[in-house]
């Protein structure tokens, strides 16, 4: 199990106050559950190797500051920002972005979400409504027990691991009887289609995405602060066995579908834009090993090893804005 501590500020990590000391550079992260880091120790989270990598040059204080919050977007991260990010006097704020996020942004539901009236940003459901009346929430499901398939804990061992690792080794044992069948899969996890032929969804989603993007840099700015952007792919935009994998268990069939195509399209958006867009993909492909790499094998995140590449990844781009900020002096 992982300890999870927030401070009062419902933040991961130690209490920091809002006014920054003297002398030190602030980075503030925010994005989802990569960010968050819940999957490993504090101490082995992007947040805290990234603020050790940047103490040991010793160039003056650093504090990294993890405003990450699971199941948010673009879009929350951006009202976070505006209500209290900026509070805490950032010099770079670093953005990471998860190819889901195209999908968070035109989500309504349990959330506030923006429309685009002309290129104008239009915030919906601010505050969010309470729940109804009475309304309780469900209690939380009990833990699930492995049910054996025709008598056979081996066998339901087997079923789920060839539906998510080898769908056609699944397939063929489905008919022969020594796995349940995989249910069908409409494509279920929709963020998926981010990957794939150009549809009115997805100009929508990047219309409004794109428009986000430009909000929340001109907010950052307008505080005195540089913005970055860094990519966080996923573990099929690392490994094209994965990704074949990943289209034949949600059924994404035709030739238009990229693993790249999210990565690339942001990296586009930023050079337009001017913003400094970090992609660590190379560098996680590098530590892909079995048993010992980046992601964890029946989980997306990245395990202690991912987040060090990232931080790692992320480190110099910081530095760099950091010391070229009016506090920081000149990168040499």
């Given amino acids: 199990p992982v300890v999870f501590h927030t401070n009062h500020h419902g933040l991961r990590g130690a209490d920091i106050p809002f006014e920054k000391p003297p002398g030190t550079a602030r ?33 003056g204080a650093c504090q990294v500051i993890n405003a990450g919050t699971s199941g948010y977007s673009t879009d929350q991260e951006y009202l976070f920002f505006e209500e209290e990010g900026w509070r805490y006097q950032p010099d770079v704020v670093v953005l990471l972005f998860f190819s889901n996020d195209l999908q968070g942004h035109t989500t309504t539901r349990k959330k506030p979400w923006f429309s685009l009236e002309g290129d104008r940003l239009v915030l919906h459901n601010s ?9 309780r929430r469900r209690p939380p499901d009990p833990p699930a027990r492995l049910q054996p398939w025709h008598g056979s804990q081996a066998l339901r061992l087997l079923g789920l691991r060839t539906e998510r690792s080898n769908p056609p080794l699944h397939r063929w044992l489905a008919r022969l009887g020594l796995v349940e069948p995989a249910a069908d899969h409409p494509v279920t996890h929709d963020w998926l ?5 150009h549809s009115e969804l997805q100009q929508r989603r990047w219309s409004v995405t794109l428009a986000l993007l430009d909000a929340l840099e001109a907010t950052v700015s307008r505080h005195g602060a540089s913005l970055l952007v860094f990519y966080v792919p996923a573990r099929f935009e690392l490994d094209p066995r994965d990704w074949r994998r990943t289209r034949e268990r949600w059924g994404l069939e035709g030739e238009d579908w990229d693993a790249q195509r999210v990565a690339r399209a942001l990296a ?36 202690e090893a991912g987040h060090a590449v990232a931080a790692t990844e992320l480190a110099p781009y910081v530095a760099h804005a950091v010391h070229s900020s009016p506090e920081g002096g000149e990168s040499p």
């Fill in 193 to 197: 289609l981010s990957y794939g032929p």
């Fill in 268 to 303: 586009t958006a930023c050079r337009a834009r001017g913003l400094v867009f970090v992609d660590p993909t190379p560098a996680l492909w590098h530590a892909l090993t079995p048993g010992r790499g980046p992601y964890f094998d029946a989980d997306p995140h990245w395990t």
């Fill in 127 to 135: 505050p969010v409504p309470a729940p109804p009346e009475g309304h």
């Fill in 27 to 59: 980075v503030l992260l925010v994005g989802d559950s990569f960010a968050e880091a819940s999957t490993v120790e504090e101490r082995a989270s992007i947040e805290a190797v990234l603020e050790r990598t940047l103490n040991a040059d010793r160039r």
